[in-house]
């Protein structure tokens, strides 16, 4: 983290070849170094020798100009040039951009010219971060801008949109208003103990005012994962059912090796489809048995651990050899710790009996294996029957997400941190106070629950959580 004001410059377009490229630069001497770049025309007029030395930008409007280098005056690339005064820029501070062509090697020699100029190489994330230490926007609006570039589909972009705008912001800001109203009427009680009447609220206040809404961003954290990383569908069976073929229809491509070998698929194989919204993230995985493998071995003890990482399990039988039911009796167990087990979210299970092209076809039976509120899904990987019905029962056993969520902030894993605990300490103050636990031990509680919310907006933040936070960021952003 930089101490003292420095100008700093870099690339804010992605790498690689485009239509167009800039470069960003932020800081006290951000004009002065554009302007040694810069140059409103090549060839001397009257009154005008082409250096911009005498010219004088206004702000918020794009000049045609050239970018010539300083050091030999040798021509880099025809430009727009951008001045965008303080504090009425994206950091607060004197901010310019020169827009190039996007060939990564104009924007280099452009770049580098503006450095040999006086200005600094940006870290990761510097120019949000100085909006951020500058006032412009708090620490959850700095942290939308990273999703809203990362966002990969709408729901995800309308939550980070409307954190943009500050709606996590603005939530959390009024439940830390409330609890500063009882924060301060509880140490005044300390101080003035003789002159205050009975407290103003109760535990019940406590509870709706302040633990209700806290705990109801908590669970819109757990959607967040939903929407934002999509549902997690883990493909499970013994080797040789198809369960290879069955991913590549439905992703509607080859993304893995199909063989009549069993055991081809030794390690996790990741794809993706969209359906309703949300994405579903398919993981095509080792045949479950047993082997002697040491390499298949491996890749079944992951088969195991995707099964319990995921929010659907399809798992697939084959129509035509009645042992693939054994994967029933393999997974029993693992699905019985599953939903009985400590887990916000229980894995919905879709069957796929396969092969049902084949004349041996039957509705299979398993007396360790009964899927709540489903029967299987005929299908045949082969000829693609049944695939469209497969793909119904996958996006309807997606788990459910409150549709409003996709286009309401959205609190991520720091700021759910920082909630569970202002909630705890907020549970241990009302049943402290319940309890007749003294005022200044109380004070405690209240102090952590402002202190976590405090953290949350950015108020009081450490310089490691920042660093963390900005890391995430690119360089020129």
């Known amino acids: 983290m930089r101490t003292t004001p420095t100008t700093i410059a870099a690339i804010a377009t992605p790498p690689g070849s485009g239509g167009i490229g800039i470069i960003r630069i932020s800081g006290p001497n951000a004009l002065a170094a554009c302007l040694a770049v810069f140059r409103r025309h090549l060839e001397s007029t009257p009154g005008n020798d082409g250096r911009t030395s005498v010219f004088s930008p206004a702000s918020h409007r794009l000049y045609h100009g050239f970018a010539v280098s300083p050091k030999t ?11 965008m005064r303080a504090p009425r820029s994206y950091t607060r501070e004197d901010v310019a951009e020169i827009h190039c062509h996007g060939g990564p090697a104009a924007l280099h020699q452009v770049l580098e010219a503006v450095l040999a100029a006086g200005a600094a190489p940006a870290d990761p994330g510097e ?13 959850p ?59 103003q609220w109760a535990a019940a206040d406590i509870h709706k005012d302040l633990i209700v809404p806290i705990e109801a961003l908590i669970r819109d954290h757990e959607e967040r994962r939903l929407i934002r990383d999509g549902v997690r569908v883990a493909i499970i069976g013994m080797p040789n059912v198809g369960k290879s073929s069955i991913m590549n229809r439905l992703l509607r491509q080859e993304r893995s090796i199909v063989t009549p ?27 479950i048995r047993d082997t002697e493998d040491p390499v298949e071995k491996i890749g079944v003890e992951r088969s195991r651990q995707a099964a319990m990482d995921a929010d659907i399990l399809l798992v697939v039988t ?24 400590a887990s916000s979210r229980k894995p919905r299970i879709v069957w796929a009996h396969n092969k049902s092209d084949l004349p041996s076809a039957a509705t299979p039976a398993h007396p360790d294996f009964q899927p709540p509120d489903a029967s299987p899904v005929f299908v045949s990987a082969k000829t693609g029957d049944g695939m469209d019905a497969l793909s119904a029962a996958l996006t309807d056993a997606a788990p459910s997400v409150n549709p409003g969520s996709g286009h309401r902030a959205i609190p991520n894993l720091r700021h759910a941190r920082c909630l569970r605990t202002a909630r ?26 402002d202190d976590a919310l405090a953290s949350l907006l950015g108020i009081s933040v450490a310089d490691d959580v920042l660093d963390h936070i900005f890391s995430r960021f690119c360089i020129g952003k």
């Open 141 to 199: 609006r700095a942290e939308a801008v990273i999703d809203i570039i990362q966002a990969d589909h709408d729901a995800f972009l309308n939550a980070a949109a409307d954190q943009l705008r500050g709606g996590l912001s603005h939530e959390v800001a009024e439940i830390r208003q409330r609890l500063l109203g009882i924060k301060a009427e509880a140490e005044a009680r300390i101080d003035f103990p003789d002159d205050m009447d009975e407290a």
């Open 424 to 449: 705890n300490a907020l549970l241990r103050f009302r049943d402290g106070e319940a309890g007749g636990i003294p005022p200044d031990i109380l004070m405690i509680d209240l102090r952590e629950a």
């Open 73 to 83: 005056g040798l021509l880099l690339d025809e430009v727009l040039f951008c001045y």
């Open 261 to 287: 070998v069993p055991g081809t698929t030794r390690d996790v194989v990741d794809g993706e489809f969209r359906a309703r919204g949300l994405i579903l993230r398919v993981s095509d995985t080792a045949g």
């Open 318 to 341: 084959d129509a035509g050899d009645p042992s693939s039911l054994s994967i029933c009796s393999e997974l029993s167990s693992d699905l019985h710790e599953r939903q009985t087990g």
């Open 127 to 139: 120019f949000t971060r100085r909006a951020f230490l500058n006032g412009r926007i708090d620490l």
